[in-house]
């Protein structure tokens, strides 16, 4: 393994570990959703303002109108899945959410083949019948929570729209190829704190220090940082590599949410979440149904 593959690696994880960290800086932070992504959007403004910055992204000419308005329409995305994926968070846990919002795969699959052109094969056909029947198995599963299964289903619903949102996202920097993705994620979150400005309630700040280390922790390390990371990762693996690593992702926000707020995955929440991810791995690393069946009679 050389150096850059090693860097990259090294760099992805720390990605992936921050991001599944995410769900448990929003909870205790305990402040509205919508203020959660606002002060998050701001704090990585500021952030990704000095990264651009340092890195010359800010001269004229770097990147085109249209460019702009393509990443404005991205940054609508994100924030969208980002407000609905916190909300899932107090309906369904973090695990559970986490684990729906991985599906996002095969809604850029859908859009790909609507907007791109891009060809639906029978393989890519079997990996998203097969996350289908891990969503099943999740939706079917009894909610361990008091929150009952209302609240389970909304939760679930609210993941789901984060992963399309999400990958409306993922559509608009595939339009951006070759534009300075620091600078892409720095219009998204810019979009975030103009879309979110109305919404503020300037006279209920939060109070105390805890409640603003969390905010900004948010918009500085787990936007800010974490971009940075996750680009540069993905400027140096390939792209199996970047596939597989991202898997770090769900597995840490599951462990996160065992750990920090007692929610075990039921049995049949289990194999349902186990099931999504293993689909979402063949469709991101190019599995066969084939070696999926050799692997399981080895």
């Known amino acids: 393994m050389n150096s850059e593959i090693r860097t990259g690696t090294a760099q992805m994880t720390a990605a992936m570990l921050i991001s599944g960290t995410i769900g ?58 980002w407000l609905l994926l916190f909300a899932s968070y107090s309906h369904a846990s973090i695990s559970i959410a986490t684990t729906v919002y991985n599906t996002q795969p095969f809604m850029l699959l859908a859009l790909g083949a609507l907007f791109l052109g891009e060809r639906i094969t029978t393989t890519k056909l079997f ?17 361990a929570t008091a929150g009952g299964h209302e609240g ?47 919404t503020m309630n300037f006279s209920d700040l939060p109070g105390d220090g805890q409640s603003w280390s969390i905010l900004i922790t948010m918009g500085v390390v787990h936007t800010g940082l974490m971009y940075v990371l996750l680009y540069g990762a993905i400027q140096k693996l390939p792209i199996h590599l970047t ?31 186990a099931v ?18 050799r692997a399981r009679a080895g």
Request: aromatic share 10%; net charge positive; hydrophobic share 65%.
């Open 152 to 198: 389970y289903g909304l939760g679930i619903l609210l993941a789901l729209g984060a992963a399309f949102f999400y990958a409306l996202a993922a559509l608009a920097a595939k339009w951006l190829k070759g534009t300075p993705p620091h600078l892409i994620a720095l219009i998204q979150v810019a979009t975030g704190v103009l879309m979110l400005l109305p």
């Open 243 to 273: 596939g597989a690593l991202s898997f770090i992702y769900p597995i840490a926000a599951i462990l996160v949410d065992r750990v920090a707020f007692g929610h075990a995955l039921q049995p049949l929440q289990l194999v349902g979440a």
């Open 127 to 143: 990996w998203l019948t097969l996350a289908f029947a891990g969503m099943a198995a999740i939706v079917e599963a009894k909610p």
């Open 24 to 81: 448990w800086f929003v909870v205790i932070s305990g402040q509205p959703v919508s203020g959660v992504v606002f002060w998050r959007c701001l704090f990585g403004a500021v952030s990704l303002l000095v990264v651009c910055a340092a890195m010359g992204l800010l001269r004229p000419g770097i990147i085109s109108l249209k460019s702009v308005g393509i990443a404005v329409f991205g940054g609508v995305a994100i924030v969208l899945n």
């Open 276 to 293: 999504i991810l293993v689909a979402a791995a063949g469709m991101n690393l190019g599995w066969t149904p084939a070696q999926l069946l």
